[in-house]
């Protein structure tokens, strides 16, 4: 079993869809990372996370650090979110990422 | 734009080579990576370096070395190139704390033929 789970492992949604994409970890972490990856192959920080909740425009992520478990929502959907997201966690004990295999979002106009 | 930067962007070349996979980052940051992704899958640590002469391999075994000479620069080295390290290279940086982002370069998708 991964440290790190992502589900779903694929997802399809229509523009203006709310979307959510869970990640659950088995580890003990000092931080979560969700991270955006386009078809060119390059990685942005979308968030990083210890506690609580964040938001970046229509981009809302939130961690149960006593559940180990976060979320990323998207809301109002757009073609252009259309890109792997992924969940990573920073190891407490080894300061090391972890990284989930992603989620494949295809938005569709 | 991007603060971190790899070069090539693609590299395709014949086994037995030696190459040289660049990143540069100009955040002064001490903390850089390198990560291996393959199609579909997860990334996965190959060296991270906390500073200057300081090395380290990371998790997944690679026949790559690193070095850090400059705190800017952190290139990654095959000796012999063979098929099985056809893989997408990805580099990133942070600073020290447990608060600070990665921040990513476009990587480089090296194809050994």
């Known amino acids: 079993k991964n440290e790190v789970e992502q589900s779903p492992q694929n997802l399809t949604a229509q523009e203006g869809e709310f979307i959510t994409i869970n990640c659950s970890y088995s580890?003990?972490?000092?931080?979560l990372h969700w991270l955006q990856q386009h078809p060119g192959g390059g990685i942005v920080s979308l968030f990083m996370l210890s506690s609580g909740k964040k938001k970046h425009g229509r981009l809302i992520a939130t961690i149960n650090i006593q559940e180990k478990h976060s979320s990323l929502h998207i809301t109002a959907s757009h073609p252009r979110d259309s890109a792997v997201y992924i969940c990573a966690v920073r190891s407490y004990n080894t300061d090391k990422l972890i990284f989930g295999t992603g989620t494949r979002l295809q938005v569709f106009p | 734009e991007a603060d971190i930067y790899q070069t090539p962007r693609y590299l395709v070349i014949g086994t037995g080579k030696k190459i040289t996979l660049e990143c540069s980052q100009t955040m002064g940051h001490d903390k850089m990576y390198w990560y291996q992704q393959d199609p579909g899958m997860e990334l996965h640590l190959i060296h991270y370096?906390?500073?200057?002469?300081?090395?380290e391999k990371g998790d997944l075994s690679s026949e790559s070395t690193v070095s850090r000479i400059r705190t800017e620069h952190f290139p990654l080295t095959l000796e012999s190139a063979r098929p099985s390290h056809t893989s997408q290279y990805l580099c990133?940086?942070?600073?020290?704390?447990?608060?600070?982002?990665?921040?990513f370069g476009n990587g480089t998708r090296l194809t050994v033929t």
């Open positions: 580890v003990g972490i000092s931080a």
């Open positions: 370096s906390y500073g200057v002469n300081s090395t």
């Open positions: 990133a940086s942070s600073e020290w704390g447990d608060n600070s982002p990665l921040h």
